[in-house]
């Protein structure tokens, strides 16, 4: 039954994970790996999913006995299916879904590779939308919690960023849709914005020849890196709360109250710095190919491997 104690606080009543089953996608490194650690230490199970096999079942074996690898791409129905299947039948079923999983390229639009550029819409935007698809009849069946993970990109869409911006946005609408399909269920639905945490994912966006320099550029706030446990502080605590919205640090909560001064604030900021980025990144191509210059992260070499 739902605590009436979260009824009454609208989600706001810090709930133990203690017992709880919780699935992370994209947990072999990072944030995922992070969450899973966390969460299992304080007595939750967690079933790790994702496409590193091998780096995902070594977290598995650090935390021990209540953590489970399965491998399974977030882009494929059946694997998902078989991986949270599985996932329910050996820890008894599932409380709560981290939609976890995330890549990204680095280009412009105009040359960025087509096939690193779409990937990044299958597995940021659609891989959210299957993974909590085959997470929902667990998840109702225990009134249980979807937490998906966004980004400031939903919210400030740098040049370089089409794609990462455009899913991480669409993520974040489709929550606050499926959110009003299932409060009658008593399923609660998240949506988390880290800014740029210290993870492989930026880490290997700063190695970038062109796009590197690019985000040095950013201005305050907007270009500061975290490091990783700012974000899983954040994440932690509103997953115990059940929360609406997660915001990576606090301060990323308010630009949504000024989101629409944001894109005008940021074309004019680029107008000095992506002419000489464009030139950079054409002849960075025309070096390593396509496919090389766009393609960052080890989770962006595995899902267009």
Same mark, same amino acid.
């Given at each position: 039954m739902t605590n009436p104690l979260t009824k009454l606080t609208g989600g706001s009543a810090t709930q133990s994970v203690r017992g709880k089953v919780v699935v992370i996608t994209g947990a072999a490194r990072g944030i995922g790996a992070g969450l899973a650690e966390r969460f299992a230490a304080d007595g939750a199970k967690v079933a790790l999913v994702g496409i590193e096999a091998e780096e995902q079942r070594k977290v598995a074996e650090r935390i021990g006995p209540n953590a489970r690898s399965w491998e399974a791409d977030v882009t494929d129905w059946d694997a998902l299916e078989l991986a949270f299947g599985e996932a329910a039948a050996h820890f008894g079923g599932i409380d709560i879904v981290i939609a976890n999983a995330g890549i990204a390229t680095a /280009?412009?639009?105009?040359?960025?590779?087509?096939?690193?550029?779409?990937? $990044?819409?299958?597995?940021? =935007?659609?891989?959210?939308? &299957?993974?909590?698809?085959v997470a929902l009849p667990h998840v109702i069946e225990r009134e249980g919690y979807l937490l998906a993970i966004s980004s400031l990109a939903a919210i400030t869409h740098a040049p370089g960023m089409a794609n990462y911006a455009a899913a991480k946005a669409g993520v974040e609408a489709f929550c606050n849709s499926l959110r009003a399909e299932v409060a009658h269920l008593g399923v609660r639905i998240g949506v988390a914005h880290p800014t740029w945490i210290k993870t492989d994912l930026v880490d290997s966006a700063d190695a970038h020849p062109v796009f590197g320099k690019?985000?040095? /550029?950013?201005?305050?706030?907007?270009?500061?890196?975290?490091?990783?446990? $700012?974000?899983?502080?954040? =994440?932690?605590?509103?997953? &115990?709360?059940?929360?609406?919205t997660i915001h990576a640090p606090r301060w990323v909560g308010a630009l949504k109250l000024v989101r629409a001064f944001i894109p005008p604030i940021i074309e004019f900021g680029s107008r000095s710095r992506v002419p000489a980025a464009d030139r950079a990144a054409l002849e960075d191509i025309a070096v390593r190919g396509a496919r090389e210059a766009s393609v960052t992260g080890h989770g962006g070499r595995a899902a267009t491997r």
């Amino acid at each position: 039954m739902t605590n009436p104690l979260t009824k009454l606080t609208g989600g706001s009543a810090t709930q133990s994970v203690r017992g709880k089953v919780v699935v992370i996608t994209g947990a072999a490194r990072g944030i995922g790996a992070g969450l899973a650690e966390r969460f299992a230490a304080d007595g939750a199970k967690v079933a790790l999913v994702g496409i590193e096999a091998e780096e995902q079942r070594k977290v598995a074996e650090r935390i021990g006995p209540n953590a489970r690898s399965w491998e399974a791409d977030v882009t494929d129905w059946d694997a998902l299916e078989l991986a949270f299947g599985e996932a329910a039948a050996h820890f008894g079923g599932i409380d709560i879904v981290i939609a976890n999983a995330g890549i990204a390229t680095a /280009g412009f639009v105009r040359s960025v590779d087509p096939v690193a550029f779409e990937k $990044v819409l299958e597995v940021d =935007l659609l891989g959210v939308w &299957r993974t909590f698809r085959v997470a929902l009849p667990h998840v109702i069946e225990r009134e249980g919690y979807l937490l998906a993970i966004s980004s400031l990109a939903a919210i400030t869409h740098a040049p370089g960023m089409a794609n990462y911006a455009a899913a991480k946005a669409g993520v974040e609408a489709f929550c606050n849709s499926l959110r009003a399909e299932v409060a009658h269920l008593g399923v609660r639905i998240g949506v988390a914005h880290p800014t740029w945490i210290k993870t492989d994912l930026v880490d290997s966006a700063d190695a970038h020849p062109v796009f590197g320099k690019l985000r040095a /550029g950013m201005p305050g706030l907007l270009g500061k890196t975290y490091p990783l446990s $700012v974000a899983l502080d954040c =994440l932690e605590d509103g997953v &115990r709360r059940r929360a609406r919205t997660i915001h990576a640090p606090r301060w990323v909560g308010a630009l949504k109250l000024v989101r629409a001064f944001i894109p005008p604030i940021i074309e004019f900021g680029s107008r000095s710095r992506v002419p000489a980025a464009d030139r950079a990144a054409l002849e960075d191509i025309a070096v390593r190919g396509a496919r090389e210059a766009s393609v960052t992260g080890h989770g962006g070499r595995a899902a267009t491997r």
